[in-house]
């Protein structure tokens, strides 16, 4: 997991680094505003699912109880966060174009992409973390590094010169990475007693606080 950190971090810091220089000093500055609303509300919002979710099956296994309805639970919980924040970005779309996307429309949808595929990355990290994979959870945050690194260098190389590509790519890497992590996992979640949302919700306020925070 340490070095897929590493890989990851070297990765997010090359594509900014490459998406600024293709777009320029202004462009690039719409999608700066993309990635640090996108990494504000994401993480922000979804590292308390996977944190409870993480804490919930490793208890179920600790005491030979399947995971299953406990992951079912806080994928719904994710689900229905992320269409708020979703329609929330929508909603707000007719002012955030201009003024903060440079009236790059691509933008807005790649935030929405992004925050749902970070909902669906933060549920699936909960559960690989709690069923102890954490080489393929190390593989999710590298593999979506990567992704989103060669396609904006493949987008640079190209002549792109528009932000909104770029955006794109920022919104769909999650579920590149996701993808990866998840081929070959066989056996991750097995049927179990039902799953009240009081497994889930117990500390989960004091953690969205902190997250938010913290980003």
Same mark, same amino acid.
């Given at each position: 997991?340490?070095?897929? =950190?590493?890989?990851?971090?070297?990765?997010?810091?090359?594509?900014?680094?490459?998406?600024?220089?293709?777009?320029?000093?202004?462009?690039?500055?719409?999608?700066?505003?993309?990635?640090?609303?996108?990494?504000?509300?994401?993480?922000?919002?979804?590292?308390?699912?996977?944190?409870?979710?993480?804490?919930?099956?490793?208890?179920?296994?600790?005491?030979?109880?399947?995971?299953?309805?406990?992951?079912?639970?806080?994928?719904?919980?994710?689900?229905?966060?992320?269409?708020?924040?979703?329609?929330?970005?929508?909603?707000?779309?007719?002012?955030?174009?201009?003024?903060?996307?440079? !009236?790059?429309?691509?933008?807005?949808?790649?935030?929405?992409?992004?925050?749902?595929?970070?909902?669906?990355?933060?549920?699936?990290?909960?559960?690989?973390?709690?069923?102890?994979?954490?080489?393929?959870?190390?593989?999710?945050? !590298?593999?979506?590094?990567?992704?989103?690194?060669?396609?904006?260098?493949?987008?640079?190389? !190209?002549?792109?010169?528009?932000?909104?590509?770029?955006?794109?790519?920022? !919104?769909? #890497? &999650?579920?590149?990475?996701? #993808?990866?992590?998840?081929?070959?996992?066989?056996?991750?979640?097995? &049927?179990?007693?039902?799953?009240?949302?009081?497994?889930?919700?117990?500390?989960?306020?004091?953690?969205?606080?902190?997250? =938010?925070?913290?980003?």
């Amino acid at each position: 997991m340490g070095a897929w =950190l590493l890989v990851a971090g070297l990765a997010a810091y090359g594509f900014l680094t490459v998406a600024g220089r293709a777009l320029g000093s202004e462009r690039a500055s719409a999608l700066s505003t993309l990635w640090a609303l996108g990494f504000l509300l994401g993480p922000g919002c979804f590292l308390p699912v996977e944190q409870e979710l993480a804490r919930a099956l490793a208890a179920r296994r600790a005491r030979g109880g399947g995971g299953l309805p406990v992951a079912r639970r806080a994928a719904a919980g994710a689900a229905a966060l992320a269409a708020l924040l979703i329609a929330a970005v929508a909603l707000s779309a007719p002012v955030s174009v201009g003024r903060l996307f440079d !009236g790059q429309v691509l933008l807005v949808i790649g935030l929405c992409l992004l925050l749902a595929g970070y909902a669906l990355e933060h549920v699936v990290k909960g559960v690989l973390a709690g069923a102890d994979r954490f080489g393929a959870y190390g593989r999710l945050n !590298g593999a979506e590094a990567l992704v989103r690194l060669g396609a904006c260098a493949a987008l640079a190389l !190209g002549g792109v010169r528009s932000a909104g590509p770029y955006g794109l790519v920022l !919104g769909l #890497a &999650p579920f590149a990475g996701v #993808a990866v992590a998840l081929a070959g996992q066989r056996d991750v979640l097995a &049927p179990g007693p039902p799953a009240p949302w009081a497994e889930l919700t117990r500390a989960v306020g004091w953690l969205l606080l902190a997250s =938010l925070l913290a980003q």
